[in-house]
Each structure stands twice: as C-alpha cells, then as structure tokens.
C-alpha cells in the first residue's frame, strides 16, 4: 500500500515560506530603492557643499591671483580619497588651479561647465561658482567616484543574507508547527484508505495522542462504528486546525519583535542625524539666497554651527560606544582639578542649555577638588548628564549641578525638574539604546546613548553612577561618586603684575595664515593691546626675547621651527616663565593636547578659533597651568 506522507506537509511549508519570501522580497526591493536614492541625494549634497567650502575659502586666493594659495586649499582634498580630481577656473574660463588624487595624471575639461551636477561612467561631476560680494570670479571642478553598484551590491548581498536568514527560520518554524498535525492525520489517512478498500470498519488508529489532535483520532475511530458521529468529527478537526493557525501566527509575531527592535534603532537614528541636517541645509539655502545680509547670514552660520556640534556630539558618542565595547577605548589618568572639569563641560552643553530657556545652578566646593581621572572623559561624562537634562526638561526649567566632598569620594550630583523616570527604568535607563521617553512627541528624544556612554566612563575610573527619581513629572537626578586624590595641591603658576593692575597686555601672535593672524591682531590692538604679529618660528622667538610677552598664541605648523619648539624656546628666555603660552593649531586629538602641554604650553585651541574664546583666556586674572603628565 502507496502512501502520500508528504502532501500535507509539503504544503504547510511551502504556504509558510511562500507568505514569509513575498513579504521579505517587497520589503527588500523598497528598502533597496530607498538606500539607492538616499545614496546618491547624499552625494550630490556631499560634494555640492564641499564646492561651497572649497569655493569660499578660494575666492580670496583668485581675487588677489594667489595660485599657490589655491593650490593649497585643492590639496586639502586628499583627506576625501573618493574625489579624483579637482580644480578651480577663472571667470574667463581659464584653469587657475589643479588637484588630482594620488599620483597619476587627470584629465580637467577645456572650460568650466554649467553649474550643477552631472553623473556618467561611475563618476560624479560638480560645477560650482564661485562668488564673491554678488560677483563670479570663476568656477569650482569636483570630479568623484559614485560607487553605486558597489552600493547596490553591498546593500543587495546583506538584504539576501537577511533574506535566506528569514527563509531558513521560516521553514524550520514551519517544519516543527506542521508534524504535530500531519502525523496524526497521516495515520487517520492511512487507516481511511485501508477501510474503503477493505470495507472493516473494525481498523482503528493506534496511538496514544493528546489534545485536540487526540480528540479527532477518537472521533475518527469512533466514526468507524457510528456513522452518525463523522459530523462532529469534522468539526473537531477544523476547530483544531483554526486554533493550530493561530498558534503559527503568533510565532511570526514574535519573529517580527526582534526585527522591530533593531528597525527602531535604525529609524531612530536616522531621525536624530536628519533633524540637524535640515537647519544645516536651510542654512545654506539662506547663506546662498541672502548673502548680502548680514544679520541674516550671522544667524543662519549660529544655527549651522550649533547643528554641526550636535551631529558631531552624537557621532562621537556612538564611536566612543563601539571603542569601549571591543576594547579599544583608552583613557589618560592624570590629576585634574574639578572646576577645571566642570568648566570644560559647560562649554560643551551651554549653548543648548540656554536654547531651551533653562535656569543653571552650579555649586561646586570653594576648596579645590582634585581628580586622578583623565580630563576630558570627565567633562564628557558631566556634560552626557547635564545635555541629558536639559534635553528631558520642558522649556524653562531648572537644572542643576552640585557637587560635595565625603570622606575621599566625590559626589556629583545632576539634577533637574523635568519629564522625571518611571521606578521601574531606574535601573533600565543606563542601558543602551533605552529612553525614558520616545514618544513622536518628544523632539529630542535621542539614541539612547549618552546615559550608557556615561556609566561606562565612570567604572573606568573607579566610580559608580545611579539614578533617582520621585517619579513621571517630578524631574530626576542622577549621582556620581568619584574618588578623589588627597595630596597637597600643586603648586600655581606664578601670575604677571601686569595681570593684576591692568586691563591691556602684551600679545606675540605667531601664525603663517596671513589673513587670520592679522584680522586677530588688529582686533586685539582695537581693543588696547599691544600686539606684535610674526610669520615663522625664528622671527617669534626673537619677537618673544625682545617684547616679553604676557600672552603668546602660536601656531604649531611654523615654517623653519614648529610651535613646540617655539614654545621650549620661549619658556628658556629669562621672561619666558611670565609668558601664557596658548597652542593654536588643526590638530585637535588627544595626543595633540598632551604634545602641546609637554612643550610648555598653558592652553591648546582648535582652528577655527572664535575671538571669543582668545577674549575669554584674556579675561581670567589667575591663571594655574594644567598639569602635565
């Protein structure tokens, strides 16, 4: 006797499998779609604004017939290996300047063309003018690689790996759900074949089955010696079937969750790196629609640059997430002092504290509090819990920062009157990716990162954080206890007479960027200093002998002597102890701050650098040098 033992079970898998690949095809090719046009929107926009860039900075060099300078603003584009080629015309149409990536020869088009972009053979080409006071002085040339198959293929391989994943669990999930029904039935099956060939009604099914699929044997062998009970037979098998259904479709609803939760992570965070973008585009529409006013063009940077800091804030705090959790993440233990610490977190999280309207209260020691910790992990840390308050703070709240000493352990303490946190996510809010609140309502709602981030910093140091709240509404606080260092303080650095009595000091500004160097001068020297401005390492050092200094900004990429050496020249002059050296330099890692501090200098500043921050420096009366290590 033949028997078809695979037929019911073939279909139950392939329906499942079947339903599973229709859903995951058409998500897959919308998802595809999607990425393929966001990857090119994002290129055009990445090199249209690198031609902006490239074109303001450029305009002064072509105004004045500077080619090597605008030589020079090309060559910065070997940071961007995906650009193969660059150039600048003039207004004429002539090549003013070139740039090709690598060391082959490119080929540039005879004459600039028409502003905008163009795509062919694997290549995106910008034309961007450049203009200057409502007057075009020439044309910018971007050509760049547009990976799109690369893209495509990239994006496709890992949709098929997710796809056959799917698939795979699909039929395996299937497989197990199926043999629960299909082996009773088959036995049902076979016994009801051998009855209409061989009329004995006496045949039962053996077995010892449970449930309902129990229930339908019994009928079944029940309805081999009455007739009349195949009715209710029948319907106990459909009943079980139904119910046997419903049983799949919550198993692919609990397939869906964990896919959900990494959907919402995705979404997420590109909603916190479109948010920025926005003002940062409309910026740029304004920059290039009102370039003429003023006022209009100083807001619209303000925004661009407050945007660019979040973006940066967030990315940083995701890479430094990635570092500590595959163990490449190092921290630089020094002594550090606590205003210092909490100075440098305030300069981070002021500005967004003062957008939303909130009252800031700081209650630090009068005594000095010093730290064995590394300087700048600290302010990250104080700075993740005073944006996070901020942040889930309504408009015009209150947030605090107070901090007290017991026994040899700091205590900080954050503390606001917002959104408060629920008991049961006290503990739960230092994980990663969780928020107190994600509601659509909720615009800065966050990644989730900067809490988890925080906590892990602490433990690198030996401390321990924990969060309390009364409750929803009634704002939040969050603790951290730090140990602290006991040894006598450090001595200060002695401070200048001249600091004391007079509001006018004596400058040496050392800088190779003629035009930044000369516009910080004269400013400084409207302002009643006097200010002598030099070019390379030999003349500043001289200047520095000569003019004793009170206040010394140098540049660390000096022709003929660099700025360390420079500042090791300046400290070894009989005045060079009175003098605060400030370090202005592009370089702005970790490494660079300890080489600057190692050289003698007081203070490191990244380029750009604001008049208000060297006004700052200005204004403090005692100065302690950092301590270095």
């Known amino acids: 006797m033949q028997r078809d033992s695979g037929s019911v079970r073939s279909k139950l898998i392939l329906m499942a499998v079947s339903t599973t690949l229709v859903a995951l095809l058409a998500a897959s090719i919308a998802m595809l779609l999607y990425d393929l046009r966001t990857f090119k929107q994002y290129w055009v926009d990445d090199l249209m604004t690198q031609a902006d860039i490239i074109a303001s900075v450029t305009a002064p060099a072509l105004a004045f017939n500077d080619a090597r300078t605008a030589q020079q603003n090309l060559a910065v584009l070997r940071v961007r290996p995906q650009i193969l080629a660059s150039a600048i015309y003039t207004a004429g149409g002539s090549r003013f300047a070139a740039y090709a990536q690598g060391a082959g020869d490119a080929t540039y088009p005879a004459r600039p063309g028409v502003p905008g972009y163009s795509i062919a053979n694997g290549e995106l080409t910008v034309y961007h003018n450049i203009v200057d006071n409502g007057e075009v002085l020439g044309t910018v040339y971007l050509r760049a690689r547009y990976g799109l198959i690369d893209r495509m293929l990239s994006y496709a391989g890992i949709l098929g790996v997710v796809l056959l994943g799917s698939l795979v669990i699909a039929a395996f999930v299937a497989s197990r759900l199926q ?27 053996q077995g010892n089955n449970r449930g309902e699929i129990g229930v339908l044997v019994a009928a079944f062998n029940d309805m081999l010696a009455e007739i009349g009970r195949r009715s209710h037979a029948l319907q106990e098998a459909n009943l ?3 119910h046997e259904m419903q049983v799949r479709h919550r198993a692919e609803e609990a397939l869906l969750v964990a896919d959900r939760r990494k959907d919402e992570f995705l979404a997420t965070l590109a909603h916190e790196l479109r948010n920025p973008l926005a003002p940062i585009r409309t910026g740029l529409d304004i920059l290039r629609i009102r370039s003429g006013d003023a006022q209009a063009t100083q807001r619209a940077t303000d925004i661009m640059e407050r945007q660019l800091r979040q973006m940066v804030r967030l990315v940083d705090d995701l890479l430094d997430v990635s570092r500590i959790n595959t163990g490449k993440f190092a921290i630089k233990m020094g002594r550090v002092e606590l205003k210092a610490v909490v100075n440098d977190a305030l300069e981070v999280v002021r500005s967004y504290i003062e957008l939303h309207g909130h009252e800031l209260v700081i209650d630090l020691p009068d005594r000095p509090v010093f730290l064995h910790g590394d300087a700048t992990r600290l302010a990250q840390i104080l700075s993740n819990l005073l944006n996070n308050a901020a942040k889930y703070t309504n408009r015009g709240g209150r947030v605090s920062l107070s901090a007290r000493v017991e026994d040899r352990n700091l205590i900080i303490t954050v503390a606001d009157n917002g959104i408060g946190i629920a008991r049961d996510m006290l503990h739960q809010v230092f994980e990663m990716f969780v928020q107190v609140d994600s509601t659509l309502e909720r615009t800065n709602a966050g990644l989730g990162v900067g809490l988890s981030l925080a906590r892990r910093l602490v433990e690198l140091h030996g401390g321990t954080i924990e969060a309390d709240s009364p409750g929803i509404n ?15 303080e450090l001595p200060a650095k002695s401070t200048p007479a001249t600091f004391m009595t007079s509001e006018t000091y004596r400058i040496l500004l050392a800088d190779d960027n003629v035009d930044f160097v000369n516009s910080i001068g004269a400013l400084l020297s409207a302002m009643g200093h006097s200010v002598v401005i030099t070019h390379n390492g030999p003349d500043a050092l001289t200047a520095a002998a000569r003019f004793c200094p009170d206040y010394a900004f140098l540049d660390i990429g000096l022709p003929q002597m660099s700025g360390y050496d420079l500042a090791r020249g300046i400290r070894r002059l009989s005045c060079g102890a009175m003098t605060m050296l400030i370090a202005v330099t592009g370089w702005g890692q970790e490494k660079d701050r300890q080489l600057a501090f190692e050289a003698g200098f007081d203070h490191h500043m990244v380029k750009p650098v604001r008049f208000e921050q060297i006004e700052e420096i200005l204004s403090n009366r005692t100065v302690v040098k950092k301590a270095r290590t």
């Open 179 to 205: 043999k629960s029904i299909t082996d009773p039935l088959l036995a049902v099956t076979g016994v009801a074949r051998e009855v209409m060939q061989r009329r004995d009604f006496s045949l039962r099914v």
């Open 240 to 242: 079980t079937l139904e």
């Open 474 to 488: 009634r704002g939040s606080e969050f603790i951290v206890r730090l140990p602290i260092v006991v040894e006598p």
